[in-house]
Nanobody
Framework: QVQLVESGGGLVQPGGSLRLSCAAS????????MGWFRQRPGKEREFLIA????????YYGDSVKGRFTISRDNAKNTVYLQMTNLKPEDTAVYYC????????????????WGQGTQVTVSS
């Protein structure tokens, strides 16, 4: 059983930055990629960005291109989401995810979800 625990959410001002962490435990090497989704109020869950578990390749959604980056520390079994130039529309619950297929942006291909962490962007 894989467990994913997000941390680092909170309240930030527009234009600010925030780094989220996802600590993984269990058999994470069975996953093709680790990534991040978010769910804004009243919206369906959307894909943000992911990284290949056994390599350095990344892929992302158009909504956050150029503002969000992903990194990984295999020694700590931790994935990070660095967010910059945050906007009010970035307010959402952010979820860490283990993805079974590299390149997939589909929630249906997520095998494990974190519990989510709230990010609020407001002045």
């Amino acid at each position: 059983q894989v467990q994913l625990v997000e941390s680092g959410g909170g309240l930030v001002q527009p234009g600010g930055s925030l780094r989220l962490s996802c600590a993984a435990s269990g058999r994470t090497f069975n996953s093709a990629a680790m990534g991040w989704f978010r769910q804004r109020p009243g919206k369906e869950r959307e894909f943000l960005i992911a990284i290949r578990w056994s390599g350095i390749n990344t892929y992302y959604g158009d909504s956050v291109k150029g503002r969000f980056t992903i990194s990984r520390d295999n020694a700590k079994n931790t994935v990070y989401l660095q967010m910059t130039n945050l906007k009010p529309e970035d307010t959402a619950v952010y979820y860490c995810a283990a993805v079974r297929l590299y390149g997939s942006r589909r929630s249906e291909d997520v095998t494990y979800w974190g519990q989510g962490t709230q990010v609020t962007v407001s002045s």
